[in-house]
Each structure stands twice: as C-alpha cells, then as structure tokens.
C-alpha cells in the first residue's frame, strides 16, 4: 500500500515564525503535491513538484515555498507564518513520468497537518 | 477553464437509504479524468474511482456507483443503502493543466 506521512498531525505557531512541514511517500513515485483546505474552499494546490529539485506554483503559492530534495520527500516552507495560514494542510503523491501525468493520476494522501498560527 | 461543481454542500440522509452526490465539470479538454475521493473524520482523503472520458459505462462497486454523463457534463455517485461508515466528505475532482482539480465536496451525514 502506498503510504504517504506528515510530519506533525496537529501545529501551533506564532505570526512571524517559519515553519516546515514535511511530507514523506514511500512508493517512489514521481509527483508530490501540497494543499490547503479551509472549510467552504475546498482543496485548494499550493505548490506541486514532478521530479527532484522541480517545483509548479499552484493555485495559491504566496506566502509559501517548497523543497524537493530527495524523490521521496516534498517539504512545505512558511517563510514568515500569518494567522491567515491557519488551516489543515495536505499532501500527496501520484506517479507517472511526465509532467502531465500530474493530473491524470490518482493521488494518495498523507493524513494532514492542521497549523493553528497564534 | 476547467471547473468542478458540487451544488450539493451538506446532505443527511436516514442509514439503509439511498443517496445520490452530484458533480458538474467543465473542460474544453477532449481528453480528461474524473476522479471521487473520500474524507472521513479521520481527515485522510481515500481515492474511490477514476473515469476517463471515452468510458461512458456505469461503474458498481458494492453500494458505490458511478453515472458518467458526458451529455451533461455530470459524473455522479450513488451510494445505495447507505450506512454510518459512509458518513464523510466527498470530492470530485477534474485532470486539468498538469494537476487535479477538486471540487469544493459535499459533507454526507448518514443518521442511524
């Protein structure tokens, strides 16, 4: 079974502090993704990445950076955290080998960190 | 632009009833994916079955099953006799431009 895992399932922070948010599958596969999800918005793409070191602004990138060092594990940075931030945070991973198997294969989902940031 | 409509945001439903959860799409893609996906309480959002766009056929899974309509542009999901278990958010969800694109879900409270 694939498993994906985050680091933390439950974070509290202050304004101003970084935060990272990691995120390791163990199915070796290609593409990771980061979310957010407020109550209303849905699942909402931050960031995704289609291979090492290659990094795809989502839908809402700001605020937020990403880092994909090794296949397995896709890191969500919070430069400076604000109280809008505050939400549960998703992430996943597909395979295929292109970038455009991004969006034609199922994701799994790690289990979610929901950041409360004071 | 792709799209994914789910008009029904929040459906309670008494346990051994049926219940339907409908999905509206938008794609000028004449290729895509139509994806549900589970979120129960628990928070971990489960992968329940993915569609291409030249497969027009009903799926059955058990209780579960999918009418994929590309006429209009619906995928729906019926869950028949419904149980506790399947109290959970629902997504549906879209290929787009190099990602999936979900819809906003439709909370379902099956009562015992």
């Known amino acids: 079974d694939v498993k994906v895992t985050q680091s933390s399932r439950y974070l509290v922070k202050r304004t101003g502090e970084k935060v990272f948010l990691e995120c390791v599958q163990d199915?070796?596969?290609?593409?990771m993704f980061w979310y957010r999800q407020d109550p209303g918005l849905g699942l909402r793409l931050i960031y995704f990445s289609y291979d090492v070191k290659m990094k795809e602004k989502g839908d809402i990138p700001e605020g937020y950076s990403v880092s994909r060092e090794k296949k397995e594990r896709f890191s969500l940075i919070l430069e400076s955290a604000s109280t809008n931030q505050t939400s549960m945070y998703l992430c996943a991973s597909s395979p295929g080998f292109l970038a455009g198997a991004a969006s034609y294969n199922e994701q799994f989902f790690g289990p979610g960190t929901r950041l409360t940031v004071l | 632009a792709q799209k994914v409509t789910q008009a029904q945001t929040e459906i309670s439903v008494v346990e051994k009833e049926d219940v339907t959860l409908d999905c509206v799409y938008e794609?000028?893609?004449?290729?895509?994916?139509l994806f549900w996906y589970k979120q129960p309480p628990s928070g971990e959002l489960v992968f329940l079955i993915r569609?291409?766009?030249?497969?027009?056929q009903n799926e059955i899974s058990g209780r579960y099953s999918w009418n994929f309509q590309k006429s209009t542009s619906s995928f729906n999901f019926t869950i028949t006799a419904s149980q506790v278990v399947d109290s959970a958010v629902y997504f549906c969800?879209?290929?787009?431009?190099?990602?999936?694109?979900f819809g906003k879900g439709t909370r379902l409270h099956i009562l015992p």
């Open positions: 794609t000028r893609d004449t290729t895509y994916y």
């Open positions: 199915m070796d596969h290609e593409n």
């Open positions: 969800a879209l290929s787009g431009d190099d990602k999936i694109i």
């Open positions: 569609r291409n766009s030249f497969d027009e």
